[in-house]
C-alpha cells in the first residue's frame, strides 16, 4: 500500500502560477510510476501528466504540454506539478497517482494503471 496526500492547491488568476506536491508514504516511492490527472465538475477525470520511476521519461497531456512541469524527488518521497500561465479551463480538482512499474523507465498515461490515488486538491484560475 501506498498513501498520497496532495497540496498546493488554490485560486489564482489567468496567466498565474502554483505548484502543486504528492507526498507519499508506505512501500518504497521509486518502485511508482507517478502521475497527475485532473477533473472539472461533469467531466471525466483525464490525465496531465506523468514521470516514470527513475524520472528518465515524462509525458503530457496537449493541453498542457509547455505550461506544466512534472518532476519527483525520490528521496523526500514527493511529486511536484509546476503550472505556469494558468487559464480557467484548468479549474480542477487535480489528483495524484502512483502505479506499480516493473522497470525504472516505465511510466503510465492512463487512468486504469495507476493503483493508488490521493485525495485531490482544488485549483482554480479565474478569468
Known amino acids: 500500500q501506498v498513501q498520497l496526500?496532495?497540496?498546493?492547491?488554490?485560486?489564482?488568476?489567468?496567466?498565474?502560477?502554483?505548484?502543486?506536491?504528492?507526498?507519499?508514504?508506505?512501500r518504497t516511492f521509486s518502485s511508482y510510476a507517478m502521475g497527475w490527472f485532473r477533473q472539472a465538475p461533469g467531466k471525466e477525470r483525464e490525465f496531465v501528466a506523468a514521470i516514470s520511476r527513475d524520472i528518465s521519461f515524462t509525458s503530457y497531456a496537449d493541453s498542457v504540454?509547455?505550461?506544466?512541469?512534472?518532476?519527483?524527488?525520490?528521496?523526500k518521497n514527493t511529486m511536484y506539478l509546476q503550472m505556469m500561465n494558468l487559464k480557467p479551463e484548468d479549474t480542477a480538482v487535480y489528483y495524484c497517482a502512483a502505479g506499480l512499474c516493473s522497470f525504472s523507465g516505465c511510466y503510465r498515461t492512463t487512468r486504469s494503471e495507476y493503483e493508488y490515488w490521493g485525495q485531490g486538491t482544488q485549483v482554480t484560475v479565474s478569468s
Open 5 to 26: 496526500v496532495e497540496s498546493g492547491g488554490g485560486l489564482v488568476q489567468t496567466g498565474g502560477s502554483l505548484r502543486l506536491s504528492c507526498v507519499a508514504s508506505g
Open 65 to 75: 504540454k509547455g505550461r506544466f512541469a512534472i518532476s519527483r524527488d525520490n528521496v
